[in-house]
């Protein structure tokens, strides 16, 4: 085959594995977030508190998730990344589908606590994936399109929640997806090929890594910490909006179900994806000249939401909030392609899937577990004042997670530089 088709097949090659990737990484989220929009049916059903709802859509996944996420990691820096990934998506979608069967707050708490034990296998070893899929130059991007996973499984989460929920039950609505779920693993099984570990980059060198090597090169990585802590403070408003704003819409603009995960499905879908994918294009752009861009991005993208997020939640017309609330969405997700592919250039490849666990064990301990279960006791513990609004204000308290969020990455941007692995 001429140089240039065998180039033009390679490249088609890896762009098809990354849709691959897409489409489990999509359902990850729709199973992650299904949730958002069934706590509202569930929360009638079972009569739980919005502390409980905050707890079952928080920190029940996160315990695991996170707890088990380096354990599997350092595997996936071993052993077959597609095999790990294969049997993660299997039980995840197994435990969703459980969670239809549950009949009080205990039951599901535990149920999702399986939905986080399965999807703690799901995206270390995917970064890891991609990054010997894909050359240094193209990886911003390449991580950013991966990450349209997110947006597109939480708007596709909440959409078919609603739906599924008017035309049958919530519990259905556990069952479906998690059965797609099943019915997807033979798809990544067969179709994704295990790539040569650390093709595009230098020897990692002689031996495997250890833990405590990974440890002591992120030891002198103070970026990766302050990446880690931005990300995750951010991650706080981030997950807390994704899980509570359809229970908002509900509330305080009076939309049935079905109206509240159409209009917050589309803010998910289309701002998610723009945002997502500037992030990504802007370090590709301009990371060589200055690492302190990967960064600069998210700091300056999270400056721009917070007064876009307050003037949308405020105002009390929500076909005037919407369109409002579409930018500040975009923009608190432009931080995912910078930040994964900072962290991915900062370790040599062999410590790439220990580290991306390492950081989303910070990013979902305190995004995930903190934020959705903060923001329901918020609401909770502003009831008394504001009634049926005090949902609206405790979102309104969620976004100062964003000015911690800076102010953590202000101080990664001027470590990045010197930390970078050339």
């Given amino acids: 085959m001429p140089a240039g088709r065998a180039a033009q097949s390679k490249s088609g090659h890896r762009w098809f594995v990354l849709w691959i990737l897409i489409i489990v990484y999509t359902f990850n989220f729709i199973d992650r977030q299904i949730v958002g929009i069934l706590a509202v049916p569930i929360k009638a059903d079972l009569a739980l508190s ?31 990344r597609i095999g790990i990934m294969t049997a993660a998506l299997a039980l995840w979608s197994l435990m969703t589908a459980a969670c239809g069967i549950a009949q009080c707050f205990g039951q599901l708490f535990l149920c999702r606590l399986g939905v986080g034990v399965g999807e703690a296998g799901g995206v270390a070893p995917a970064y890891s994936l991609i990054c010997d899929y894909f050359p240094r130059h193209a990886r911003g991007r390449a991580l950013a399109v991966y990450s349209f996973g997110i947006p597109i499984g939480s708007a596709l989460g909440i ?3 609603g739906f599924i929920t008017r035309w049958l039950s919530w519990r259905m609505a556990f069952f479906i997806v998690g059965l797609a779920g099943l019915l997807l693993t033979p798809l990544l099984k067969l179709a994704v090929p295990e790539p040569i570990r650390g093709r595009y980059d230098p020897p990692a060198g002689g031996r495997p890594a250890t833990l405590s090597d990974v440890f002591g090169v992120l030891g002198h990585k103070p970026s990766f910490w302050l990446l880690s802590l931005g990300a ?28 509240a995960s159409l209009a917050f499905g589309a803010l998910l879908l289309f701002g998610g994806l723009a945002g997502i994918w500037l992030g990504g294009s802007l370090v ?13 991005v998210p700091a300056a993208a999270f400056v721009l939401a917070v007064p876009l997020y307050v003037a949308g939640v405020l105002t009390k017309t929500p076909w005037v909030s919407l369109p409002v609330l579409l930018l500040p969405v975009a923009l608190g997700l432009a931080w995912l392609g910078p930040v994964l592919a900072a962290i991915q250039h900062l370790v040599p490849s062999d410590m790439r899937a220990t580290a991306s666990a390492i950081f989303l064990f910070v990013n979902n ?10 923001i329901g006791a918020l609401s909770d513990a502003m009831r008394a ?3 049926a609004e005090s949902l609206r204000y405790a979102i309104l308290t969620g976004t100062g997670f ?18 970078w692995q050339e």
């Fill in 284 to 296: 590709d752009r301009y990371g060589d000249r200055n690492k302190a861009i990967y960064a600069w």
């Fill in 402 to 419: 964003y000015a911690v969020a800076v102010t953590f990455l202000l101080l990664a941007a001027r470590k990045l530089p010197h930390d």
């Fill in 385 to 387: 004042h504001f009634g």
């Fill in 365 to 374: 301990l305190i995004g995930i577990g903190l934020g959705t279960t903060l």
């Fill in 50 to 80: 919005d502390t409980q709802l905050g707890l079952m859509g928080g920190l029940a996944f996160a315990i695991f998730y996170t707890l088990l996420g380096i354990p599997i990691a350092r595997l996936a820096d071993r052993a077959s």
């Fill in 232 to 259: 995750a403070s951010a991650s706080m408003m981030g997950y807390g909006l994704f899980f509570w704003m359809p229970s908002f819409m509900v509330r305080s603009f009076g939309m049935s179900l079905v109206q």
């Fill in 159 to 161: 959409l078919a929640g």
